[in-house]
């Protein structure tokens, strides 16, 4: 499983529901594997989840044995390493397998038995002994939930770990148990989501066993990882009240799974759009030669000789064709009131061009994950014409330009920039993403340097600079200057001062 790519993950939280008992522990594996076979065909992946506390460490020596509840419901569930070998080789058939460990000790135990995932609970997440041990030993996944922590204590957990340089995947989780429909507050999830992105991946629940939505709602909002605590109905043991039976489940993952299906993708978004634009043709406008006019053969569609009216027909113009950037020439002699088919033209766009040049370039944001403000206007440079844009050219946005200047400069694969310099600003680079080559003139002082992501360079007035992308998917570079003066941009090659049509501008989105 990666909910990285969106993939669904559903863990089933056995905690201490085993009672103990391998037997009843396999029983509850077996009914929920079995149960979990309709919904792995909608992409949902499942696993189990154990818990861990070395009891003769973890429990004080005053408290063993006594009536705490807490202490009691440990030491009477307690499993030998015996009967844990015997069920985690057991579940690993079936399921992916996930472990929370509440010491130190148990989380050299999880690591032994190589766990797909570690978690770590919302009690310990700021326990920092044992999270300062855990993200020194710990190389395999890590997913943690946030229960109970206000924004500054959320904020120093994932410093903490980013700074570490760790992975982790968190869990909104309400600690309450059970959680009523109104301690859910998921919307609390969208605002985590909107300050740390993928890191929030998912929502643990322990919310009241007949709860069907939250796991919906949640998918909606961006959660790829469920957690949710599971038992069976049993004559000896009583099921507590946040662990859910099969039929709840059952419940949930219904819901769930209608939300996948109608949440549905992107890409399956774009192979739809055909039939979409299929079924609209019925309701558009056809290009009808106008009532007591004649086309002749290489005239230009226009106003003045052509009519939209309903209905349109198959294989013919639409209203929906026509803008003031394409034109239209007949191929032949048309008669009046004729129906105008796609075959009795030929088609020139003149925006196609720049309009490619846009997708490439957001294409590129999208890769690079960049932030731009959302109504940039794209500045395309294509020095030598639009031909050679991608042999040498360049694309700008210019964020801000007052007492000094920010621009972003987009460079697609093996695109070059030319030789220019400035008589009065003085720029710095900073490459945002891929890999530049940059060659400086000063007098007759000459440097080459390949800036690499992170790097900042400073070119002052009278330097000749020129600079290509040298990275498979192009490259980004953050300019920072004093202000920009469109007549301070001064090109070795004079041909390209000469073009005076070596701009085009085009809206981002």
């Not at 400035?422 to 080559?437: M, Q, R």
Request: with cysteine.
């Amino acid at each position: 499983m990666n909910s990285q790519n969106n993939q669904p993950l559903v863990i089933f939280e056995l905690a201490n529901n085993h009672m103990g008992n391998v037997k009843h522990a396999k029983k509850i594996i077996n009914e929920y594997y079995k149960l979990s076979l309709d919904y792995r065909k909608y992409g949902i992946d499942f696993a189990f989840k154990f818990q861990f506390r070395d009891l003769d460490t973890f429990i004080h020596n005053d408290f063993k044995n006594s009536e705490h509840q807490g202490v009691k419901r440990f030491e009477t569930t307690a499993l030998s390493d015996a009967q844990w070998d015997d069920l985690i080789k057991f579940t690993k058939k079936k399921f992916i397998s996930v472990c929370t460990a509440f010491d130190e000790i148990s989380v050299d135990k999880i690591i032994k038995y190589k766990f797909n995932y570690i978690k770590i609970a919302s009690c310990s997440i700021n326990d920092w002994p044992l999270v300062e041990y855990l993200q020194k030993k710990v190389k395999t996944k890590i997913i943690a939930s946030l229960g109970g922590k206000n924004e500054k204590e959320i904020r120093e957990i994932i410093s903490f770990f980013r700074n570490k340089l760790k992975k982790i995947q968190y869990l909104y989780c309400v600690a309450k148990y059970p959680t009523k429909p109104e301690h859910l507050n998921l919307e609390y999830f969208s605002k985590l989501k909107s300050l740390y992105g993928n890191e929030i991946a998912g929502f643990s629940t322990h919310e009241d066993p007949d709860e069907t939505l939250s796991g919906a709602i949640s998918y909606a909002l961006g959660a790829r990882i469920f957690e949710k605590h599971v038992n069976i109905k049993s004559k000896n043991y009583k099921i507590n009240k946040y662990s859910t039976t099969p039929d709840q489940v059952i419940a949930w993952l219904e819901n769930l799974k209608d939300t996948i299906v109608r949440m549905g993708s992107i890409q399956k978004r774009k192979l739809f759009l055909k039939e979409e634009k299929i079924n609209l043709l019925q309701f558009q406008r056809g290009v009808y030669v106008k009532e007591n006019t004649c086309i002749k053969k290489g005239d230009s569609l226009n106003l003045k000789n052509i009519t939209f009216k309903f209905p349109s027909l198959k294989n013919q113009l639409v209203a929906n064709d026509f803008s003031k950037f394409k034109i239209f020439i007949s191929k032949k002699n048309l008669k009046p009131n004729l129906q105008i088919n796609k075959s009795n033209v030929t088609k020139k766009d003149l925006r196609n061009e720049v309009e490619i040049i846009r997708e490439k370039i957001i294409e590129l944001i999208n890769t690079s994950k960049i932030i731009v403000p959302r109504k940039s206007r794209l500045e395309i440079s294509h020095h030598k014409g639009l031909k050679k844009f991608y042999e040498t050219g360049l694309t700008m946005i210019t964020v801000h330009n007052g007492l000094y200047c920010k621009k972003y400069l987009f460079l697609l694969k093996d695109q070059n920039h030319p030789a220019q310099y400035h008589n009065n600003k003085t720029e710095s680079f900073f490459l945002l993403y891929g890999l530049v080559k940059l060659k400086l003139k000063k007098g007759k002082t000459v440097r080459t340097k390949i800036l690499k992501v992170g790097e900042l360079i400073t070119i002052k007035p009278g330097t000749i600079h020129e600079f290509k992308s040298i990275s498979k998917k192009g490259s980004i570079i953050e300019e920072l200057s004093t202000v920009h003066v469109k007549d301070d941009s001064y090109y070795v090659d004079k041909k390209i001062i000469q073009n005076k049509k070596r701009k085009s501008f085009i809206s981002l989105y």
